[in-house]
């Protein structure tokens, strides 16, 4: 048993005495009668690296067109660097934006495509050929200067879209699933890259996509969305330990529901059981709940192992065992489990003592970061 002091459920702020680079209040765009965007709120403070994260349709392109001023909201403000923007037209907010599918001028060489928003700034010619020269070093695209974009890579191309939107020096980049496009291999290490040159700018970037993996690893802090609403505002980490509802603990990482017992809430946290274990948990997502009601537990599957007498929770039976390398995932049916099975992770230096399918097996559950949510009606 385990209980977590002083946790705060909730939404950090940016660091405090950051300076905000953006800042949505309250932003609502509807298209017709369906709505979009939901009464977003969010501050991104200046050289934050924030993702965008939820499912196909959530409203992240959205989000992303209203700061870049392609799209203007029918309820709220948007701020950047301070000032209100959302009268402002997208030429004139110094955004770069790199979108999914590049949009490169297919016409322009890669000089010239990565020049454009210069010239139209009307920055003399010498400083353009200057700060294209210094991008084009800075992206490894030295040397394809001439080429039409049909005559490089996926990944070359890439980067020329990044640097187009980097040599404007813009306020705020903006990054719509600049990596889909790519394979597995080509995709890691452009996170690299780009991470590193973020970082090395300091430029203030919102990300898009809707892969976890990509999104706890590259980013500050991470907005979940979900059907057009901001469900959670944390760092990768709190996201995975404290996710504050039930979308938000499903969609990042594995996990598994339990149905337990509410046992008392305090100041500090609240403390459910399931058969004789006691759990710790945070308090907030349990507010309103009595004592007694039933809850539903969310653990990851390393937060549960094969128990022995009097550490068993409650019992079960292996209905499949995968090997996958470093650890063997264990899917045991079990009545105690919401959905009737749950995943249990087990290291595979333990094969040894994996059980068969079909056998009966006790679980205990030791964890600090378990999570509970009012049971769903
Ligand atoms: N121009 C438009 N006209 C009407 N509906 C739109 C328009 N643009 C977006 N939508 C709708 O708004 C919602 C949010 O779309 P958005 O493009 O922001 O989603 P997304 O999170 O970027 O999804 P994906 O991951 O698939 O790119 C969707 O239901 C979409 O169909
Ligand atoms: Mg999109």
Known sequence: MSSRPGDTQGTPAAAPGAEIAVRLDGVTKRFG?????????????RGEFMTLLGPSGCGKTTLLNLVA???????????????VVTDVPAFARQTGIVFQNYALFPHMSVTNNVAYGLKARGVGKDEIRRRVAEILAMMKLTGFEDRKPRQLSGGQQQRVALARALVIEPKVLLLDEPFSALDKNLRGSMQVEVKE???RLGVTTIFVTHDQSEALSLSDRIAVMS????????????????PADRFVASFIGDGSLL???LDQTHADGAIVSIGPTKIGVPAGPLAGTAAGSSVDLFVRPQHLHLAAGADTAFVGKVAATIYQGDHVDLYVDAPDAASGRLMMRLAARDASRIPDVGLAVAIGISSDDAVA?????
């Open 227 to 242: 059907s057009g609403r901001i469900c959670q505002i944390d760092t990768p980490e709190a996201l995975y330990r404290r």
């Open 33 to 45: 009668p369906a709505i979009a965007l939901d009464r977003a709120w969010l501050k991104i403070a």
């Open 259 to 261: 149905r337990a017992t």
């Open 69 to 83: 001023g392609f799209l203007a909201p029918d309820e709220g403000e948007i701020f950047i660097d301070g000032a």
């Open 373 to 377: 949510f009012p049971a769903e009606a």
């Open 197 to 199: 040159i973020q970082r």
